[in-house]
């Protein structure tokens, strides 16, 4: 704002439209348009001018240096630090001292990667030319490389170069490999041997078709309909009058004509037999005689007890016999434990052995020579059975469901629920 | 001291066995690879005797193994590869999603790969114990050849199946070691005799396989991955010993590169050519004199000679076969035989009018006949083979119907029928039939003839006669008398335990004794009607 004195209308306040129209200093204002006329007026507008024109570069060292302002030692030395950084030069690393290292041979280019390739992939193809049996596959590090040999079994075995001891291969099996075919399995068989196999298939056949009828007939009713005992009541009443007040009575008031029932309701009798002096007699009497029995008995057994002092050559010897006869008894069950191992199919996994069925032509299908023989079975399949069979595959069946032991909740919104509105009359 | 408070489940079995989960956490490995490193280590389960205690007091059905089995797994390299493989396929699902082809092709050049050489070794340390165990292997390989390819299936795997099989053959032929055959539906069975094993496999027939659907191929393709290995050595170990180069050369020595086209591989499936020899090894000709043999060691002079006629028995026959035949049946069996064969465009040239074929096989009925060779039908072959010589033609000739085939691998047993035709084979094959023949029933007019006593004819009317003293013929009637008697008193001796099984015997073996007769009487009508 202008500073001075405030003259007329400018003493009033100042934020009314007499102060603005006239308070307001216009000096300024009118220096700058009087320059302005008199630098027309001299010839040459200062603004329009270029900067040559106005100004002359000074070119002559002025004597005086200008003062630097004073650090303290501190902000010296960090501007020091800040300097050298900047100006020192970047020097590479040092070269290490001793052998250098060769330089990675040059990569394959072009026509060089193709042929490599190659090389490589012939020898990845290509069958083992050596003799397995012969030559000695176990890994091992030269000796000047490692030369205390338990270093160097220690450290292959912690890489996985060498493996530990083979557990003890168990025999898994008795059973043959590949089971040959039957006679009656051939092409063009003999009649009695065709007649033999196909008899024996069918014989299976038969026993399968036995066993579903057998289920079929435990699931079905046996008869066609089974009637109720209420049904047969009204059957046995047919055609008389019942009063309708029957039935009604007992189901529909039992405790409030409680107190009349009991009184009607007469209880049987109770009858209890006793026994006759005579009986009691005869039965204490037999009571009698049988202790004594028992106690001669026991007295019996105890001489003879005693006097198998005399008998211990023979009951030793009775004794050395039962252990032996134990003995090979237990080897027995061993052994055939073990056959049993070999030989038959053992459980293993969930799913359960379906055996093969054995392929059969029938009679009209014979056709007695090779061009027009029809396969039967397959080879595979047979393979799989056979892997199975001997222990060598374990079967894999489905998961057995598992049954719900709580219930699922379930939000339902019942039709009665969404009528209620705002502004229903609570009953 | 003895621990007093001594936990459930710390000794015994509930530690001698794991549980398939179990191992397949300690391993870090998923099933699918678990399943894969058990058959290629030959690591089964087991059922445990007390499978309660095994499995911690729960009776749920598990899959068991050994822990000592489980912990020899635990120290297989293979495992790294597995893992390896499994970053490579995550790897391979990244790139392909970015589809950065240069960075996928170069990933695919590095797959992980692992090599079973190690584990063929370990697994059969010796030669022996491999042979041992090829029923399964060739079984496999020889199906497998005939699969066509699928994602599963990979093509490299069948044709090295094909590669290894026909390798075999062609040594089971240089070395003429195959001695049975036998055609059922199922498949063609061979058995070859081995350094002294007994090798059995079947082949499928030559026609399009059926698809199978209850079949786990993952399974079967991870044995025949581990076969795979393990023929490519025996193979080597065969050709080794007797003196062929290995891969198998025909005529010249080829260049590798040669070997892998398709002309030549043809040309080595068709089995028709014989096998070039190093020279180096000198060839030991098997020439023993039988007689050297004692008459004691019978068996195994049989044996011998049993070998030495199959390797004769085509010795300088031509065969030539007709389209229709399988070929590959016939030329293995006809070259372990010392035959050659030859069929129109194979590799032998061999034309349906050279002079000098003196077999031709047919499966047809043919209209044109040459004079100078025989027609046969294709069973011949293989019952030639059974028979261990040359059987007659006429009944095999085209047209005409053939005789049953039988299987070699049936053993007959005294009491049972055997019809004439496989008696005459046994007889030829050197086997000692009397035993058999004797337990054949008689029939009636075969049985000596009772003479019948002539009587005198008695003279008519009332007469007189010279009297004659009642002659009990005593050891005769007695022997019979007391042998019956006897009998009899063995049978009441026998515990009542076995009364029910010796009365079953009886009764089957009557059984079995009419049955035959029966069938006996009806082939002896067939013949007369035929005659």
């Known amino acids: ?427 | 001291m003895k621990d007093k408070f001594k936990q459930k489940y710390t000794a015994g079995a509930a530690v001698a066995y794991m549980s398939r989960k179990q191992a397949l956490k300690k391993l870090q490995l998923t099933l699918k690879d678990f399943r894969r490193l058990c058959i290629i280590k030959g690591i089964y389960p087991h059922e445990p005797a007390h499978k309660k205690q095994a499995n911690k007091g729960s009776t749920a059905n598990k899959v068991f193994y050994y822990r000592k089995d489980i912990n020899f797994l635990a120290h297989e390299p293979i495992i790294n590869k597995f893992r390896d493989y499994k970053v490579f396929l995550r790897k391979l699902n990244h790139l392909k999603a970015k589809k950065e082809d240069d960075k996928i092709k170069k990933l695919y050049d590095n797959k992980p790969v692992y090599n079973l050489d190690t584990i063929v070794k370990e697994r059969f340390p010796t030669f022996g114990s491999a042979l041992r165990d090829m029923d399964d292997a060739l079984s496999l390989c020889f199906t497998f050849a005939m699969l066509p390819h699928t994602r599963v299936l990979k093509e490299g795997m069948i044709d090295s199946c094909r590669k290894l099989t026909a390798e075999f053959m062609h040594y089971v032929i240089e070395s003429q070691s195959l001695r049975n055959t036998f055609i059922s539906i199922k498949g063609i069975y061979y058995q070859a005799e081995i350094h002294g094993e007994k090798i059995t496999w079947v082949v499928p027939h030559e026609r399009g396989l059926p698809h199978v659907t209850d079949v786990d191929f993952t399974v079967l393709v991870t044995f025949v991955e581990f076969y795979i290995a393990m023929l490519g050595f025996v193979n080597f170990k065969l050709y080794q010993d007797i003196g062929l180069f290995y891969p198998p050369q025909i005529g010249q020595v080829v260049e590798n590169d040669e070997m892998e086209s398709e002309d030549y591989k043809e040309k080595v499936y068709s089995l028709a050519k014989p096998l070039a020899k190093r020279k180096d090894v000198e060839q030991t000709e098997e020439d023993e004199p039988l007689d050297l043999l004692g008459e004691d060691s019978d068996a195994l002079a049989q044996k011998v000679r049993e070998a030495k006629s199959i390797k004769t028995m085509f010795k300088g026959s031509v065969f030539y076969l007709n389209r229709e035949c399988p070929k590959e049946a016939l030329t293995f069996i006809i070259r372990n035989g010392g035959g050659v064969v030859g069929w129109e465009g194979g590799p032998t040239e061999l034309k349906s009018d050279s002079k000098n074929i003196t077999h031709h096989i047919v499966d047809r009925p043919m209209d044109k006949l040459e004079v100078n060779r025989l027609y046969i039908q294709p069973q011949w072959v293989f019952d030639c083979l059974n028979a261990r010589r040359k059987l007659p033609t006429e009944r095999y000739m085209p047209g005409v119907a053939l005789p049953p085939h039988f299987s070699p691998f049936t053993s007959e047993k005294a009491g049972d029928y055997i019809p004439f035709e496989r008696l005459e084979e046994l007889r030829s094959m050197g086997k000692d039939v009397s035993e058999l023949e004797s337990a054949i029933p008689k029939t009636m007019d075969e049985l000596p003839m009772r003479r019948k006593e002539v009587k005198p004819e008695k003279p008519k009317g009332i007469h007189i006669a010279v009297g004659q003293m009642h002659k009990k013929s005593k050891e005769k009637f007695h022997e019979t008398v007391e042998k019956g008697q006897e009998l009899k008193m063995r049978e009441l001796m026998i515990s009542k335990k076995h009364q029910r099984v010796y009365h079953s015997m009886k009764t089957s073996f009557k059984r079995n004794r009419n049955d035959a007769l029966k069938l006996k009487k009806k082939a002896k009508l067939v013949k007369a009607a035929a005659v």
């Open chain 1, 1 to 427: 704002m202008v500073a001075g004195k405030r003259t007329g209308a400018a003493k009033g306040s100042r934020h009314n439209k007499k102060y603005w129209r006239k308070g307001t200093n216009i000096d300024e204002i009118e220096d700058a348009i009087h320059n302005k006329a008199r630098q027309v007026a001299t010839g040459v507008v200062v603004e329009d001018m270029k900067d040559e024109e106005l100004f002359v570069v000074d070119r002559t060292a002025s004597t005086k240096k200008v003062e630097e302002p004073t650090r303290t030692r501190k902000q010296q030395a960090a501007l020091d630090k800040i300097a050298k950084n900047i100006t020192k030069e970047q020097v590479s690393l040092p070269k290490p001292i001793g052998k250098t290292l060769k330089k990675p041979a040059k990569l394959p280019r072009g026509n060089a990667i193709l042929m490599n390739k190659k090389k490589v992939g012939k020898a990845v193809k290509k069958a083992p030319k050596f003799d397995v049996w012969t030559t000695d596959l176990t890994p091992s590090i030269p000796a000047e490389k490692l030369n205390v040999p338990e270093a160097a079994e220690h450290f292959l075995k912690v890489v996985k170069k060498k493996q530990p001891k083979t557990p003890g291969k168990s025999i898994t099996t008795l059973l043959p490999a590949v089971e040959v075919a039957q006679g009656g399995a051939s092409y063009n068989p003999e009649s009695k041997e065709y007649h033999d196999y196909v008899m024996k298939i069918a014989g299976e056949e038969q026993k399968l078709i036995d066993s579903e009828q057998k289920i079929k007939r435990g699931i079905e009713p046996q008869w066609e309909k089974v009637t109720t005992e209420h049904e047969r009541f009204l059957e046995m009443a047919e055609g008389l009058r019942i009063h309708p007040k029957f039935g009604k009575d007992d189901e529909e008031h039992p405790a409030t004509e409680g107190t009349a029932t009991e009184e009607t309701v007469k209880s049987e009798p109770v009858s209890c037999e006793r026994m006759t002096k005579e009986q009691k007699k005869k039965k204490a009497k037999a009571a009698g005689l049988e202790k004594e029995e028992k106690r001669r008995l026991d007295e019996k057994a105890r001489e003879q007890d005693s006097h198998n002092v005399f008998r211990t050559k023979q009951i030793h010897k009775e004794l050395d016999e039962e252990e032996k006869q134990r003995h090979e008894e237990s080897e027995d069950r061993k052994k055939k434990k073990i056959l049993n191992k070999l030989t038959k199919r053992q459980k293993l996994g969930r799913g359960k052995f379906v055996d093969a069925e054995e392929p059969f032509l029938l009679q009209e299908e014979l056709t007695g020579n090779l061009r027009q023989i029809k396969p039967q079975g397959h080879v595979l399949d047979d393979r799989m059975k056979s892997l199975q069979r001997r222990n060598m595959l374990p079967i894999g069946g489905n998961k057995a469901k598992k049954l719900k032991t709580s219930l699922k909740h379930k939000i339902v919104e019942k039709r009665n629920v969404k009528t209620v509105v705002k502004g229903s009359r609570v009953i």
